[in-house]
């Protein structure tokens, strides 16, 4: 238990620069911690709700005063004083919110105050951060396994995240067969720069998506995974050791019941046959959100279809929300969950999401957003609970490569 003796928030900017919230957390001992939140750019439908000021003489109305205040007034006039642990705090913020999406506060306000908060109390216990939050996810000490999740990295971009007309939006490269993150880091750092110079050479461009992968205006998303592959093994590496994930975000060019890609129109039936076929010709461990994010049923014969060979991974159809994880399981909609704290709104529902997954042997993939910044709380986060996976973007921007630095930390200390 600890008791908080001072809330303070202010706005900041993202990544992308736009507003977002930091948090800091005082306890009454003297310790202080801060916590920021990262958005979303290609948000789920059921996200919990993001609290933005509209006014659009400031930051074309993404301004976060309003959050801020509810930090500064509201919530620290309920909390300051009380004795609270991680669980009895955020369910105090759920309650004094009230509303069913955290739109009356803010999940923004709400999710800052509940990291910062969790990072003083471990600072307050002077243990690291993963090990606070493991104590809190493993009741049972002998559980408490701190594993390092297999990272997987942006490294070229389309959809809502880049200008460079490829319609799936995340182009993933998975460097499965390395013994620790910094080696499999420095792979990575090797490929991106094969891969740069066969762009370039191509005569492409190579500017950088949201998430610090590259951009080229390639003419098709599978002409992404032959230069992959080129680039995989002009770095030296093989296709065994150097993996592929796709993040494509279907529902961004889902449109009337069908999917909009360049100028193919394709059903549910065709987008499966289109998935199979690529996992065929190349080695594709994840495809994420490779149907509409209302559609059940369609994720259910992707997996059937495919489960058995690869990760299906459930993001904007499940939204870290325990009401549409549940519907996805009893569905058989998905294998693994994409896990963003900020989709939900709360430390404690976010592990409540992570627990039911695995109970149901569903594997967890922890996730940055596509704004973010120099937090690293999702490294922790996932070392703390054993995820199978995370992704924070290629490594080529700060507030990407923090995260992977902070893992590279955590091996060191658990070594
Ligand atoms: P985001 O997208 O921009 O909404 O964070 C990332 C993702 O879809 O995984
Ligand atoms: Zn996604």
Redesign the pocket.
């Known amino acids: 238990m600890a008791i908080i003796s001072k809330l303070e928030a202010k706005e900041i900017l993202d990544s992308r620069g736009n507003p977002t919230v930091q948090a800091s957390c005082r306890l009454q001992d003297g310790t202080i911690e801060i916590a920021s939140v ?1 958005s ?4 789920g439908k059921y996200e919990a709700f993001e609290l933005r000021d509209n006014d659009m003489n400031r930051y074309r109305g993404k301004g976060v005063e309003r959050a801020v205040g509810n930090i500064n007034g509201e919530i620290s006039e309920f909390l300051v004083g009380k004795e609270l642990d991680q669980n009895t705090l955020d369910e105090a913020l759920i309650n004094l919110d009230g509303t069913k999406n955290k739109q009356r506060l803010g999940a923004n306000a709400i999710l800052a105050v509940s990291l910062a908060f969790a990072r003083a109390s471990a600072k307050e216990k002077g243990i690291p951060l993963f090990k606070y939050l493991a104590n809190i996810y493993f009741k049972n000490e002998n559980e408490r396994m701190y594993k390092i999740p297999q990272p997987v990295f942006n490294t070229i971009e389309g959809g ?2 880049s200008d460079s007309g490829l319609s799936f ?2 182009f993933l490269l998975v460097p499965q067969e390395f013994e620790n993150i910094k080696i499999k880091l420095e792979v990575i750092k090797k490929i991106f720069i094969s891969l740069k110079d066969l762009l370039v050479k191509d005569g492409y461009e190579v500017n950088l998506g ?2 610090g992968g590259f951009s080229p205006k390639l003419s098709s998303d599978e002409k992404v995974l032959e230069y992959f592959n080129m680039a995989i093994s002009s770095a030296g590496y093989n296709a065994d050791q150097v993996k592929i994930g796709l ?1 494509v ?1 279907a529902t961004t060019f889902f449109k009337d019941g069908l999917y909009l890609i360049k100028e193919n129109k394709l059903n549910t039936r065709e987008m499966i046959e289109m998935y199979k076929k690529l996992c065929e010709q190349y080695k594709i461990i994840s495809i ?2 490779g149907l509409n994010e209302e559609d059940f049923a369609g994720f259910a014969e992707m997996n059937k279809a495919l489960g058995q060979m690869i990760n299906i991974v459930g ?2 159809i499940t939204v870290t929300n325990i009401d549409l994880i549940k519907n996805a399981i009893n569905n058989k909609s998905i294998n693994t969950l ?1 896990i ?1 704290p900020n989709q939900i709104g709360t430390l404690s529902e976010t592990m409540q999401a992570i627990r039911l997954a695995k109970e149901n042997n569903i594997k967890t993939f922890i ?5 973010e910044t120099e937090d690293t709380f999702v490294a922790d986060l996932a070392v703390a609970v054993g995820a199978d996976f995370i ?1 924070a973007g290629g490594p080529t921007k700060p507030e990407r490569i923090v995260k992977y630095h902070r893992l590279i930390e955590i091996e060191e200390l658990i070594k």
């Not at 979303?40 to 948000?43: A, C, D, L, Q, W």
Request: avoid cysteine.
């Open positions: 990262p979303g750019v290609s948000t809502k995240h939006q995340e949201d998430e993040d975000a994420e959100d993001d904007d994409l963003k996730s940055h957003r596509g704004g992704k």
